[in-house]
């Protein structure tokens, strides 16, 4: 019904949540347990069984419910035992059996991202049917193994980004310059709400932290969109910065996809322009990880990992930067030269 009513240049949303709450129909956790038990119907009862009590425990259900997954983390952890659980299946009667060897047996011919969800996923589910007293022992505990190392990060080319704004409309514009001014990441910029932004104080305040002063460029295309916002929607309830057609009559915020969406005619992604705001930075700190982490608020890692990429801390960068279109100001913010 969704398909269809996008197919046709409406708006699904709304009328998804109205049917949903009518009882019309049905609601996204029941599809995810349909489609559990699919999965789970080619494997034998016992092993099924087992494996329910741990798909259970991801949806936060049973005697010591947790925090619940989302759907697509539990679909992606089922989706990637589901060869080995197979393979079980056919040579034992219950995961009791299932031995230390027969776990790190199964990552032979799996590598990088793959192989490290299906260690995490092991783990998981294994430590969960032992939490539960369905298994004696872990047998996934002994099996250690490292997160794949992430790829480098590139710099964008300084053609790409000269004269962005000029080929965007809001809010658009705000979204390049969230992410590659203030190096916000999507979700970040998705979750911002209208109470986090003082446009008169020229502040912004991200994930209920410490307000953060905003570039003269980035405040006026702030206070731009507002006023977008207030003509488009004027009787919208809905509490957050960036609202889009869909959200408008509700109160959920906009997705990632909307945001890649809405700088893609820049043939750019925001998370690029994060990566690249954070390598710029490092650049011009001297690879000093304390001055990224004041500024953005990032973990301690990631920090480190962007002033490893930049080479031997301290080495004279100045004409390398001074061409690169969003370049470190006297204040301290990163000011976006409109073109």
């Given at each position: 019904?969704?398909?269809?009513?996008?197919?046709?240049?409406?708006?699904?949303?709304?009328?998804?949540?109205?049917?949903?709450?009518?009882?019309?129909?049905?609601?996204?956790?029941?599809?995810?347990?349909?489609?559990?038990?699919?999965?789970?119907?080619?494997?034998?009862?016992?092993?099924?069984?087992?494996?329910?009590?741990?798909?259970?425990?991801?949806?936060?259900?049973?005697?010591?419910?947790?925090?619940?997954?989302?759907?697509?983390?539990?679909?992606?952890?089922?989706?990637?035992?589901?060869?080995?659980?197979?393979?079980?299946?056919?040579?034992?009667?219950?995961?009791?059996?299932?031995?230390?060897?027969?776990?790190?047996?199964?990552?032979?011919?799996?590598?990088?991202?793959?192989?490290?969800?299906?260690?995490?996923?092991?783990?998981?589910?294994?430590?969960?049917?032992?939490?539960?007293?369905?298994?004696?022992?872990?047998?996934?505990?002994?099996?250690?193994?490292?997160?794949?190392?992430?790829?480098?990060?590139?710099?964008?080319?300084?053609?790409?980004?000269?004269?962005?704004?000029?080929?965007?409309?809001?809010?658009?514009?705000?979204?390049?310059?969230?992410?590659?001014?203030?190096?916000?990441?999507?979700?970040?910029?998705?979750?911002?709400?209208?109470?986090?932004?003082?446009?008169?104080?020229?502040?912004?305040?991200?994930?209920?932290?410490?307000?953060?002063?905003?570039?003269?460029?980035?405040?006026?295309?702030?206070?731009?969109?507002?006023?977008v916002r207030r003509d488009r929607w004027p009787a919208t309830a809905n509490?957050?910065?960036?609202?889009?057609?869909?959200?408008?009559?509700?109160?959920?915020?906009?997705?990632?996809?909307?945001?890649?969406?809405?700088?893609?005619?820049?043939?750019?992604?925001?998370?690029?322009?994060?990566?690249?705001?954070?390598?710029?930075?490092?650049?011009?700190?001297?690879?000093?990880?304390?001055?990224?982490?004041?500024?953005?608020?990032?973990?301690?890692?990631?920090?480190?990992?962007?002033?490893?990429?930049?080479?031997?801390?301290?080495?004279?960068?100045?004409?390398?930067?001074?061409?690169?279109?969003?370049?470190?100001?006297?204040?301290?913010?990163?000011?976006?030269?409109?073109?």
């Amino acid at each position: 019904m969704r398909g269809f009513l996008i197919s046709r240049r409406l708006r699904a949303l709304r009328a998804v949540e109205f049917l949903t709450d009518q009882g019309l129909a049905r609601d996204p956790q029941d599809v995810l347990a349909e489609w559990i038990t699919a999965r789970l119907a080619a494997l034998p009862a016992p092993v099924a069984a087992e494996v329910r009590i741990w798909a259970d425990a991801l949806q936060g259900r049973g005697s010591r419910a947790g925090h619940p997954r989302s759907r697509r983390t539990i679909q992606g952890y089922l989706r990637v035992l589901q060869p080995p659980l197979a393979e079980w299946a056919a040579r034992y009667a219950s995961l009791r059996q299932v031995t230390t060897e027969d776990v790190t047996g199964q990552f032979d011919t799996l590598t990088g991202a793959t192989r490290h969800l299906a260690l995490v996923a092991m783990r998981s589910l294994f430590g969960t049917l032992k939490a539960r007293r369905v298994l004696f022992t872990n047998p996934a505990g002994p099996v250690t193994g490292r997160r794949p190392q992430p790829p480098p990060v590139l710099a964008l080319d300084p053609a790409r980004l000269a004269g962005i704004l000029r080929r965007l409309r809001e809010p658009a514009e705000l979204i390049v310059l969230l992410a590659g001014v203030h190096a916000l990441r999507p979700s970040q910029i998705c979750a911002l709400t209208l109470d986090d932004a003082d446009p008169a104080a020229g502040t912004l305040t991200i994930g209920g932290g410490r307000a953060r002063p905003l570039d003269q460029l980035t405040a006026g295309h702030l206070r731009t969109w507002l006023q977008v916002r207030r003509d488009r929607w004027p009787a919208t309830a809905n509490p957050h910065l960036l609202i889009n057609q869909s959200t408008a009559g509700g109160t959920r915020p906009v997705t990632r996809s909307y945001l890649q969406a809405s700088v893609r005619r820049a043939g750019i992604t925001a998370q690029d322009l994060r990566a690249d705001r954070l390598l710029a930075q490092a650049h011009a700190s001297g690879g000093d990880p304390l001055q990224l982490t004041r500024l953005f608020g990032i973990s301690d890692p990631t920090a480190i990992r962007y002033c490893a990429e930049i080479g031997v801390p301290g080495q004279d960068r100045d004409n390398e930067m001074a061409q690169h279109p969003w370049v470190p100001r006297n204040s301290g913010v990163l000011e976006a030269a409109g073109g």
